[in-house]
Every structure is written in C-alpha cells, then in structure tokens.
C-alpha cells in the first residue's frame, strides 16, 4: 500500500490561508469518507484535527477545515497563527482493516 | 488525565527482538480498539496493526510489513498494551505510537479514526 501523497511543506504568513493537499486512490481516499488529519509538534503526541473528511472535534478551532473531491482530501487552515507551524498526516481508511497515511506536510508560518 | 506513555524502545541489533509496551490512564482501556503506528526516519506515519476489544474478541491485524513478525496484544487489568517485535530488520527502525481507535457504528453511520495518540518510543535496528 503506497503512502498518501502530500507536499513536503507550505507555509504562510499569519492570518492567511493554507491548504494542504492529499491523493490517494480509488481505493483509499476516493471509496471512503473515513479520511482524518492530524498535527503533530515536535516530540509531542499527535492530535486528532479532522475526521471523516470534514468533522472537527471537539476543542479544535474553527479555523481547520476538511473536504475532499474525488481522490483527492484537503485540510485548510484560515487564519494562520503561530501555534499552528507543525506537521500535519492525513489518514485514509483503506480495505476492509487497514489505514495508509500520507507522507507528512511541514506548515511554517512566516 | 487521558493519555498514552509508550516506553520498552532501544537499540537492537538485526534479527533481534524487542517488545515495546503503552500504558493507557484517563479512560476505559477495555472499551476500545488500539492500534501500533510507527514512522522511520525521514518517512511518513505507517499503520503497524490494531488489537479489537474483548466485545470483537480481541482480534489482531497487521500490515503485510509486519505480519508474522510481530504480535500485538494487550491486558485490559494493567490498561496496557504490547508490541512483541521479533526477527527485527534494519528498516524497522522508526518511532513507535500506540494511538487508540475509534471504529463504531451509530445512527449516522460507521465511525473510524484515531483520537488519542502516545508521544511515541524510539526502536534503532542496528549492528
């Protein structure tokens, strides 16, 4: 199972937009809506964004937001702080049990 | 406080075994799905395996990099969970998450992801 692919990094000065990108198959990220993202700071633990595409849990600013077209999932973070420079993973449900992950994506804020 | 605490990594030389362990506090361990997740140098995260719950008969899956080699189990009574790594390569080195999953079903359908993460442990593979 080959790895989501993400940009190896993004950046943005704070208050503005980013959109992190993340294709995967028609097997992967275009048949389910199980896909989730998560930012990890260093040598933390990473923590739960988005889940099923688009749902936020609860404690997680408005500003992170999911969607997804075809193959292809996005996160976007609006409004851009300084809290928010850190690694982000998508996840994508893939056959009946397992999980692939994407490659990573390195958000700095300028 | 809810939290995950893996510990047991080091360094091991090729074809040895390790067994790595994660510590659940804060919630009802028994209640839920737990998963391996690792990720090497330089590489992206990668599903390692899950143990279900004793409801789901504490069923195990694994990726097919792992699978036979590694052994996934856990002890609701000590709110843990183990990673027994055995004939370890080279390219298993990475850092090790136990990361608890969510994977239900409700009124709006089927529910699967990962909430809660450990800060993982270190396994360098080496001679």
């Known amino acids: 199972q080959s790895a989501l692919t993400q940009p190896r990094s993004v950046s943005g000065s704070p208050g503005q937009s980013v959109t992190i990108s993340c294709t995967g198959t028609?097997?992967?990220?275009?048949?389910?809506?199980?896909v989730s993202w998560y930012q990890r700071h260093p040598g933390k633990a990473p923590k739960l964004m988005i889940y099923?595409?688009?749902k936020r849990p609860s404690g997680v600013p408005d500003r992170f937001s999911g969607s997804k077209s075809g193959n292809t999932a996005s996160l976007t973070i609006s409004g851009l702080q300084a809290e928010d420079e850190a690694d982000y993973y998508c996840?994508?449900?893939?056959?009946?049990?397992?999980?692939?992950f994407g490659e990573g994506t390195k958000v700095t804020v300028l | 406080e809810v939290q995950l605490v893996e510990s047991g990594g080091g360094l091991v030389q090729p074809g040895g075994s390790l067994r790595l362990s994660c510590a659940a506090s804060?919630?009802?361990?028994?209640?839920?799905?737990m998963d391996w997740v690792r990720q090497a140098p330089g590489k992206g995260l990668e599903w390692v395996g899950r143990?279900?719950?004793?409801?789901?008969?504490?069923?195990?899956e694994y990726a097919a990099s792992v699978k036979g080699r590694f052994t996934i189990s856990r002890d609701d009574s000590k709110n843990s969970l183990y990673l027994q790594m055995n004939s370890l390569k080279t390219e298993d080195t990475a850092v090790y998450y136990c990361?608890?999953?969510?994977?239900?079903?409700?009124?709006?359908?089927?529910?699967?992801?990962?909430?809660?993460w450990g800060r993982g442990t270190l396994v360098t593979v080496s001679s």
């Open positions: 990361a608890r999953e969510r994977d239900y079903y409700d009124s709006s359908g089927y529910h699967w992801y990962f909430d809660l």
């Open positions: 804060g919630f009802t361990f028994s209640d839920h799905y």
């Open positions: 143990t279900r719950n004793k409801a789901n008969s504490y069923t195990t």
């Open positions: 028609n097997s992967d990220v275009g048949h389910y809506n199980f």
């Open positions: 099923e595409v688009s």
């Open positions: 996840c994508s449900k893939v056959g009946l049990y397992s999980w692939v």
